[in-house]
């Protein structure tokens, strides 16, 4: 069986590197690194650039801003300047009137910032001029309990990794698996090996591997160029395969149902939705229906976040890939059986 | 017995006629055994069933002793397989194709690149199947089919798309594996090929067996036994064919042998599709 199974491993590798799915699995994981580095902001907020002109003599709320965000402050030292500085988009004014001391602040808003926003910034310069002008401010202490608990929360455009994994290993398993699928019925190399000693089981792993082999390079390529060499590996990567083969194989026994790619896209892309769904709990933890928490993507999805941003423990990532493989042992034989009677139709 | 089949009946899901409509015949080990009929007459439906592609739904099929119903590795170990369609993986090499399929055996099997040299395919052992023409896939079919050196060998239309020179290798690779010992199941709708090949064979037609018998049996049964003469008239040769049963005829051929006239004389056997439209009221082209 090791035989078989290595051998029809190794003829899909082939297949698939001739047929430059691998080319093309590569290309997307540079693509998907370039839209996370470059495109995706780290800050989504929308948070605007604070204009300051401070007025009083020590400048203090000047100096406070450059001090806590350099790179969203920007301190003018004139009426033409500050007027010229808020003609640029996303940016608000604060204007500090006093002696030594903030005693008023007016405050510019571009117009189209939220209630909400504007909230947060009058209530932020409410408690700093407080500070600023001797006044006791409560210090803050805080405690997360459920993660991120340690550090500073990713940037949301490394957020988008785990997901961004999920539906390419996803993508892989279901269209990639099902093409070769397909081509095997056109060019009726099905019928060929089901005259030999080769089984179905075989046949089935063997795409599994060699779907998962793919994610796995998907992976590496696009977590070395995004988050970088300091993922868990040995957890993602082993999510990743299984969760690659459970797909291929929930994929596999789809397919088996229709004749080419164009018949199955509506399915596919049905099955990718679904798998898809636990996206919603992932940005939105609140939101985690037991609907959502059996779809088997729902586990993986948490623990790739745990394998990039280490926060729950490491429980996360062996509930996963329990669920994953119990998930594995149940489609398997099913997908086996669902082939044989396929066949059984005539269909080769 | 290699083959035994018995009482053997196909119907497709969604049709109300049969395919295969209560087929029996047997093969003997080291016999070439033809299943002659026009497309579409359920031969290809019945090697599917004998090969273990289609499920058996009645009747009873053994193939070297073993139930079809429960054929196991060791069945696909002693069948090899011809296919009508040109089945290979078109993104490998011809000896990719042959190497792959041998990996899959129990037993041993036979060298991938002599297989492909026997076939003519050695000098594009490493070139794609996909750059291949069709004939020479079809070869790439035929070779692989003997890559674990079948027991028993199920070719359908094994010279389908080839040219006479490659029908001819075919058909020596077929009397070599005879002689060798393998038993082979020749599906196929051209007469000449069956008859040239064939120790028996069964005419199918409409899912059943017409006749079965070795073709010379089977013309001297069903042909008519016809006399070719040319003869010289006026300065033009005439083509004549008579009848040596038909009083009339036999009279006439007195005459020219008398005459002077007749310039050659040969005896005529019935073809094997001359016999088949004659037990089936139908050609084997339809």
Known sequence: MIRRLLALTVKDLRVVARNHFLTAVLVLAVVYALAVNYLVPGDPSGRPVAVVWDTTALGLMGRLYLAAEPDRSLVVDSEAAYREALEEGNRIGIKVLGELVPERIEVTYQGYESARMRRVIEATLHVQALGLSG??????????????????????????????????????GLLLAAALLFSEKEEQTLAAYRVTPGGLLEYMTAKGLVMGLMALAFTVLFTVLTVGATAAWLPLLTVVFLAAVVVTVIALALAVFYRNLSQFMLTAVVLNFTLALPVVSYFQPSFSPAVLRLLPSYPLLFALREAYFPAAGPAVVTSALGQLGLTLLVVLPAAVVVFRRQFARGDA | MMIEVRDLSFTYGGSRTRAVDGVTFEVKEGEIFGFLGPNGAGKSTTQKIL????????????????????????????IGVSFEN?????????????????????????????????????????????????????????????INRPKIWFLDEPTSGLDPTMTRLVKDIIREERSAGTTVFLTTHNMHIADELSDRVAFLNEGRIGALDTPRNLKLRFGEKLVVVEVRRDGRLEREVLSPTRA????????????GGLETIHSQEATLEEVFIKVTGRGLSG
Do not use: C, W
């Open chain 2, 248 to 259: 009339e005829d036999r009279r006439h051929l007195e005459e020219l042998l008398t005459s």
């Open chain 2, 51 to 78: 090969t273990g592609l289609l499920p058996l739904q009645s009747g009873e099929v053994r193939i070297a002793g073993r139930d079809i119903r429960r054929p196991g590795r060791e069945l696909f170990n002693l």
């Open chain 1, 135 to 172: 006044a006791n401010v409560p210090v803050f202490e805080t405690r997360t309990l459920r993660g991120p608990g340690a550090g500073e929360p990713p940037p949301f455009n490394l957020t988008l990794v785990p997901v961004l994994i999920l539906t390419e290993a996803a993508m892989v």
């Open chain 2, 86 to 146: 040109p089945n290979v993986y078109l993104k490998l090499s011809g000896l990719e194709n042959l190497q792959f399929f041998a990996s899959l055996y129990d037993g041993p099997t036979a060298d991938p690149m002599t297989l492909l040299r026997r076939v003519g395919l050695g000098d594009v052992a490493h070139r794609r199947a996909g750059a291949y023409s069709r004939g020479m896939r079809q070869r790439l079919v035929f070779a692989r089919s003997l």
